[in-house]
């Protein structure tokens, strides 16, 4: 990296900390009530954009939330770079599990806590500052595109559209995100493959109204009771999803890959310890923890609530319960086949006495990509630049579902350079961001930009 | 009955219909919110017990409303009835359901609408018309004691500690009570058995936090999953609850009483139509409906919740679900081996990975009562005389915790005078009594309590 680089890297460093506090203040939720702080949020993004030297600058409309997109072209023969990064955010909820307020960032022991520190807000604050650096020292050596979403939180539902519709505006010769951790801490890790994502709501209706369980139980069936049975009725006792053909499609891993995953560290008793748990007892018997996250399907209720849930008891047979419900499918599983699995499987199960509502919300299908294109060679040798180790090729658990549509409609691979930790608690309360991420990850940034990676 | 009893009967009609609607109008809900109406309507029934001429006036406290005690002594060799019954109502939600205001009583084609009017202010006020009436006359035949709680409609729980402390106060030879419906209309019904009651709250802990269900999904156990398969364990696929030793000591409805039943008519689809079901589809195979609602144990969720439970989706796993569940017992079925059962089947089920919390509630046996001591006999006698019919005798599948506390703690049989009907919408918008029990039900009450009930 050259000293101008350097220089700017360093001067900018506490007015892009400040934005990132700023950025960190937006309450960005895509996923229920409250949105109205996700387009200022997009707006702000445009600002900070434009001031960084970004010519084209522009909201795309066509999802739930806009889409901050910019360009910046240094010459029509380098090859360009899209970079992709979301600035939605989850809910806060629990709010009291959390140790400082959720949307007031605050900096302890070298973390920055807030929700979206570490998914992804930290990580794209840091790409802006390194484009920063490079843009302002005359540095970027290749074409560069951003884009930065506000629905990934919710699945991406309209992201495919928006990319249909801006085809020729995203066309690049490569598309990198920063949404995966590092493997560990000190084990930087490219992310090659990603599992899908399906998600649903079930909703089950008994009677018309809540009705008193001493004179009606014994003659009304409970949607409660008949939920669980439903929901019971999806793993069988090994931990194999029951679904009729919910693994017809799974492509076995390769023993190569096997063989390399098994050389991981893979600290269980730690891992599991990090989220409260002694080791990982869920999911397939027999197969290995990694294989489990990364290439295997599964399926898990993400919520469930019917009746009665304050204090106390309340002696009714509710009118009705509802659970949701999420798939992680792996290639070559094809989403819309797992929709109608799922479906036919629930809808011949719905109990006499029961009405069902069966809602499949959204469908993502899973990805893989290449690691030996010139870009990726370039991302790797820039990371391993910054962080002293050659990255590890791994396969993340999450969805990121708008990779698949990057692979589709612009014919584009896809690769992370990752930043964070898999113990920032993304999705969790105290999500924390590691600040020497927002640093080195800036500096990988630069080389990974910059005239040459290797300097 | 006396000319004289009939005629102070008729000649204080007028003020008992206006006492009724002053009764009426306190908005004595013992649930939650504001409860101040309940100690001045407490204290309401104390000067109208006194004017009626009963001896010892007074509050019993302990629970969380006061109770209203009176009695009257005829002669130490008569029989000893309490009469118990409840001032508190449900709360009056929704209220934008209700016709007519629910605490401005109005009288409409032969009912009385308002809040309470069906539970069970209608029947204690024509109990105290009929008692005012006999003791008016001179015709009171046996020694009566009155006992009117506040908080009956949220389970009674400071109850068992009232009537342990004022056991000698409370002695009687039976305990009627008009706190249930006629079987339906012309078909008068002495409640003889009442299901119990045990309530429960099992929390499943999970990850310490809820954690990504991408991240974490085939690793770790999900606390909904497995909260779902222990509830579906709970029943076999006949209805049946799948709790060892569940139906152990449930005592089986005799023949006689099973023929009686059958007569009763039943018009499921009607019935089951009432609260939007086409059929009463739940319950034990192949076993008849009154039956399971009577005479058979059930075990019901009453409420459940974890994880996120907004609109959309979140993929998470969660840290944390729970389950609220209630089972109705019969007799035998002793509550403390109940208790036992539900906890052993409940933590020999818990898997590797999960916490379990498990809370036994509250508990209350079933009861049941003979329908021959010379008491219930004599009440038979003048709920015929009144109503033209012999009553029939039968069950209710709901539970009246106190009636269990009464035949534990001063040994006396309870026994059902019912008035109203099943139609009168007790704890829903639009409640009523209609007037025609507040007439022949204060005739009941004078046959009944008078010198002679076959007169």
Redesign the interface.
Known sequence: MKNSTRERLISARGKFLDELVSFLKFESIS???DKSACRPCAQWLTVLLRRIGFDDVRLLEGASQPCVYASKTVSPDAPTVLFYGHYDV??AD?LD?WKTPPFDPQIIDGYIYARGAGDNKGQVLTWLRGLDAVIASGELAVNVKVLLEGEE???SPGMAAVVLANRELLRADGVVSSDMPFYADGVPAMTTSL?G?C?Y?IAFQ????D????????????P??A???L?????DDAGRVAIPGFYDDVREVPQAQLADWRKLPFDESAL?GD??????????VGVD?LV??WA?P?L??????????GK???????AR?S??I?T?LVADQDPQKMDSLMRDFVLSRV???IRCDFKA??SAAAVSFPTDTPLIKRAAAAIEKVFGEKPVFTS????IPITATFAEQINANVFFMNMGL?DD??????ERFRLDFFDRGADMVCCFLGSNPLE
């Open positions: 996923a229920e009530g989850q809910p629990p599990e939180e919710i699945g599992r994502l998600t709501e008994g009677p018309s109204m009705v008193h369980s001493g004179r009606y139980g014994g003659l009304v069936v409970n409660i009771n939920l669980a049975k929901v019971a009725s999806m793993h599991a989220i409260g748990l002694k080791n990982f007892a869920g999911g397939e923890p489990r996250e295997r599964t898990d209720c993400n919520g469930i609530v019917g009746g009665y849930t106390g008891s309340k002696t009714i047979i509710p319960a659970v949701k999420s992680r109990p006499a006495g919300l959204s993340g658990g999450g969805s898999p608690g993304i999705h969790s309360p105290n």
